[in-house]
């Protein structure tokens, strides 16, 4: 059974920084791409970021590009989101999903992780 | 404004027949697939529709979508209590070298 665990979420002030990790379990996690994706409260779904296979290409979008940063360890099965800069605009829900790359589909959500940028 | 637009709500009466419109451009919806996702409230999104037609294994044949030029749709036959969720459209736009989604529609289950 695919499983993927987000966690790193919390409460913190604008201009701060927080990293974000999502555990994979049940799946050849080096064979998948991985992406973040949002969701502020009472919104949508907004796509964040994808890392392909490997690794080799990272995807961003414009709203996070040169702020926030996705890695993978292969030796953890895990996916990261360094998020530096934080505004109050990022505060959302972040869930991690794999799938094929960054044009989708993402077959498989985690239950996602609460973000929070507030002073 | 999301890059793909979505009705924000539409209704029907259990085992009616709905659609859900996504409509999007040359850049986005044009040259590439649509895939569909379910949210119900609470929970995390659940993939129905891949490849703008394809089911993943689970999901009921109700469920179907399909796409032409620059829109595609979802639709749910035989409406269930059940089925009472968000939904989303998603695909890759070139001109923003990124994925993106509609807005989300709403239904209702009357």
């Known amino acids: 059974e695919v499983q993927l665990v987000e966690s790193g979420g919390g409460l913190v002030q604008p201009g701060g920084s927080l990293r974000l990790s999502c555990a994979a379990s049940g799946f050849t996690f080096s064979s998948y791409a991985m992406s973040w994706v949002r969701q502020a409260p009472g919104k949508g779904l907004d796509w964040v970021s994808t890392i392909s296979v490997g690794g080799g290409r990272k995807y961003y979008a414009d709203s996070v590009k040169g702020r926030f940063t996705i890695s993978t360890d292969n030796s953890k099965n895990t996916l990261y989101l360094q998020m530096n800069s934080l505004r109050v605009e990022d505060t959302a829900l972040y869930y991690c999903?794999?799938?094929?790359?960054?044009?989708?589909?993402?077959?498989?959500w985690g239950r996602g992780t609460l973000v929070t940028v507030s002073s | 404004q999301s890059v793909l637009t979505q009705p924000p709500s539409v209704s029907g009466a259990p085992g009616q027949r709905v659609t859900i419109s996504c409509s999007g451009r040359s850049s986005n919806i044009g040259p590439y697939d649509v895939h569909w996702y379910q949210q119900i409230p609470g929970t995390a999104p659940k993939l129905l529709i891949y490849?703008?037609?394809n089911r993943p294994s689970g999901v009921p044949d109700r469920f179907s979508g399909s796409k032409s030029g620059t829109s595609a749709s979802l639709a749910i036959t035989g409406l269930q209590a059940e089925d009472e969720a968000d939904y989303y459209c998603?695909?890759?736009?070139?001109?923003?070298?990124?994925?993106?989604f509609g807005g989300g529609t709403k239904l209702t289950v009357l």
């Open positions: 998603q695909s890759y736009d070139s001109s923003l070298s990124g994925s993106v």
């Open positions: 999903a794999n799938g094929l790359g960054v044009a989708g589909p993402f077959d498989y």
């Open positions: 490849g703008n037609t």
